[in-house]
């Protein structure tokens, strides 16, 4: 009873202080957690014109659910939303990026193949973004020249096809990061602005309305980066030639005997002090070269102090007193942790600081990390790859894969030597290929001195990549894609351009997220229709392959974030095959084709027969290695035949007819 009185009495007459108190409180609340991931999602939905594509974006379930998405278009990172992947929805309607700028965690955004219209979104309020992908769409107008200004994490800009005018933002050329670059199909006028960090792979300005001179930073594009621009000049198109005559020189009068040796006289005198002026400048130059040189060679000893494109640029500090061990595949022990592991026992074991004093060499960086050339004992040069995204399993089980990694031997596999493992990063060791990638035989610059790969090269190519894939399917057989990262880049070639897989069977181990983003695995047609891979990727993957080697184009799908029928390189060679240009797919650097066409063909049907978007109607590995392996280096008798065969077939539209996707002569 008097408990009752007490509580009646403090609802009678309550205290102001503690009623604020509570108001202030709940206020704090509502802010902080009213306007929810949900809500920012709900509301950018509601901004659109015709939303209907995301149907089950509602709040009567989460958006993500630890590492998966409940709603589509979401990419979800420990309950978190770092991504939004809202392509091909037939969305439209203006990009509200202040809705979107609610999101703390965004990283990626990709509204690619929709309408969106309007201008270029205010992309600065967010300024953590990684990847924007806005191509395929309807936006129009001019970018302005500070859009991009202090995005300092941004590394992927894809805003072809569209409709912007005006120059290209200068912004775009202070992001330190940037990697590629896409602004094909739009029209952009005026000269093609200076970029001049290294970071930058791929800028792809083809098809708008640029002029002038192509700055040195992108000489080494390749030329189809260009193409579409009638006024542009330069390297890797051709010189830029300036016709405007020079000004005819005035008549002057006669002058006297001693006029004449007067302006000698003068003229001397003036070359005395133009070469005085140039040798003092030469002196300089010289004198700064030494001192900048030396530091930088310095610097370079240690690979330590080599830079990648991560948000670090530097390797840790490791333990001074790690010294080497030579395990030769055996069990992990406790004694060995911060050391080097070694999985091979032909190579002469060194040590971690042996490797840190080694003179190193950035080789670049690539989609999981940076690697270094470092030259150690004897003179023997490893490649060392670190990788920060490789957490997936924890320590016992990184260790046991690595082991597992190391007992694989084939002639067509890059072997993996040793191997270091910190909780942050790790770093990957193997020999060094002097003849690079595949990749970089394909797509550089030739000339007469260094000609593109011939015919049978390109085939003994091929049949080693198929040999290397079936062993890692047989030898690994519980991996849902042994490979799952094929493609010319991760293709060495030895002194005798004999084929070396490299990056294979990472996937257990790269992070779910890293692997989702860049491995070419989750490229591929299923992956984005269903959203699962299976063993036959890898066979889609050399599909893709077999057809970069046979045309040398590079696959533009692997600059995408995910599957783009559009941009498939198995698409453009059905369609030329379509209009019956067959004979012009194939690449027209490629020597020693005489009496090879039917083979060629042969292995542009199996190529196509691998690139099936429907997996299951793929042929298994073992039946397209088969078939590679029955082709000859020359063999032109049913040329007519084979081409007329692909030709009816492709022309019909029979896309599944079996007498065309069949792997039997």
Not at 254 to 274: C, M, N, R, Y
Request: hydrophobic share 40%; with cysteine.
């Amino acid at each position: 009873m008097l408990m009752g009185a007490h509580i009646a009495r403090l609802v009678r007459t309550p205290n102001p202080s503690l009623a604020l108190a509570l108001v202030s409180l709940l206020s704090l609340v509502a802010i902080s957690y009213g306007d929810t991931d949900m809500e920012t999602l709900l509301t950018f939905k509601d901004s659109l014109a015709n939303p209907s594509a995301l149907s089950n974006w509602n709040a009567s379930i989460s958006p993500c659910h630890k590492d998966r998405a409940n709603w589509i278009g979401v990419l979800c990172l420990n309950n978190t939303i770092w991504g939004l992947q809202l392509e091909n929805m037939g969305l439209a309607g203006l990009v509200n990026i202040e809705i979107l700028a609610a999101l703390p965690n965004l990283r990626t955004i990709s509204l690619m193949n929709n309408n969106f219209e309007g201008t270029m979104p205010d992309i600065r309020k967010l300024g953590a973004l990684k990847a924007l992908y806005l191509s395929n769409n309807r936006f129009a107008g001019q970018i302005p020249n500070d859009a991009f200004k202090g995005m300092r994490s941004l590394k992927k800009v894809f805003l072809a096809n569209n409709a912007f005018t005006g120059t290209i933002p200068l912004s775009l050329t202070t992001l330190p990061k940037l990697v590629i670059l896409r602004l094909e199909g739009n029209q952009f006028v005026g000269q093609i602005p200076d970029f001049k960090h290294k970071s930058v792979k791929v800028v792809n300005l083809a098809s708008n309305q640029l002029e002038g001179p192509i700055p040195a930073s992108l000489s080494k594009m390749g030329a189809s980066m260009f193409s579409g621009n009638r006024n542009l000049c330069g390297q890797p198109l051709q010189s830029c030639t300036f016709t405007s005559p020079p000004p005819s020189p005035s008549p002057k009068p006669s002058a006297s005997p001693q006029t004449v040796l007067s302006s000698l006289d003068k003229e001397i005198s003036a070359l005395k002090i133009a070469l005085i002026v140039v040798s003092i400048m030469l002196l300089v130059v010289i004198i700064a070269a030494i001192i900048f040189i030396i530091p930088q060679k310095k610097q370079k000893s240690k690979i330590l102090e080599a830079t990648d494109l991560d948000d670090s640029n530097k390797l840790p500090a490791y333990d001074e007193g790690e010294k080497k061990v030579s395990e030769g595949g055996g069990a992990m022990k406790r004694s060995d942790h911060g050391k080097l592991i070694f999985l091979k026992d032909d190579l002469e074991a060194f040590d971690l600081q042996d490797l840190l004093r080694a003179s190193a060499e950035v080789l670049g960086s690539g989609n999981f990390g940076a690697s270094y050339k470092a030259g150690i004992l004897n003179g023997e040069a490893v490649v060392v790859k670190r990788y920060k995204q490789m957490n997936n399993v924890g320590r016992e089980d990184f260790h046991e894969h690595m082991r597992r990694l190391g007992r694989l031997n084939h002639q067509n596999l890059l072997p993996l030597v040793a191997y270091y493992y910190r909780r942050e990063e790790k770093l990957l060791i193997s020999e060094f290929m002097e003849n690079g990638s595949l990749a970089s035989h394909l797509h550089a610059n030739h000339s007469l001195d260094q000609p593109g790969l011939d015919w049978p090269t390109r085939l003994k190519i091929i049949k080693g990549v198929a040999r290397g894939l079936i062993y890692l399917y047989n030898e690994l057989p519980t991996l849902v894609v042994p490979h799952g990262h094929l493609k010319s880049s991760n293709v060495l070639l030895d002194k005798d351009l004999e084929p070396l897989l490299s990056d294979y069977a990472l996937r257990p181990v790269i992070n779910q997220e890293q692997a989702h983003m860049v491995m070419t695995a989750y490229k591929s047609p299923e992956h984005a229709i269903n959203g699962r891979i299976s063993r036959k990727t890898d066979v889609w993957c050399l599909g893709i392959l077999i057809l970069e080697v046979l045309t040398g184009r590079f696959p533009e799908n692997y600059l995408t974030p995910g599957y783009d029928s559009n941009t498939n390189l198995a698409t453009w060679v059905n369609e030329m095959v379509k209009e019956k240009k067959s004979s012009e797919v194939f690449d027209k650097e490629m020597a020693g084709t005489k009496n090879s066409k039917g083979e060629m063909i042969n292995l542009l049907k199996i190529g196509l027969s691998c690139c099936e978007e429907d997996f299951e109607t793929r042929p298994e590995l073992k039946e397209v290695v088969q078939k590679i392996e029955q082709l000859k280096e020359g063999d032109d008798e049913d040329f007519s035949s084979t081409i007329g065969e692909v030709n009816a077939v492709i022309f019909r539209g029979n896309m599944e007819d079996e007498s065309y996707f069949s792997l039997n002569r």
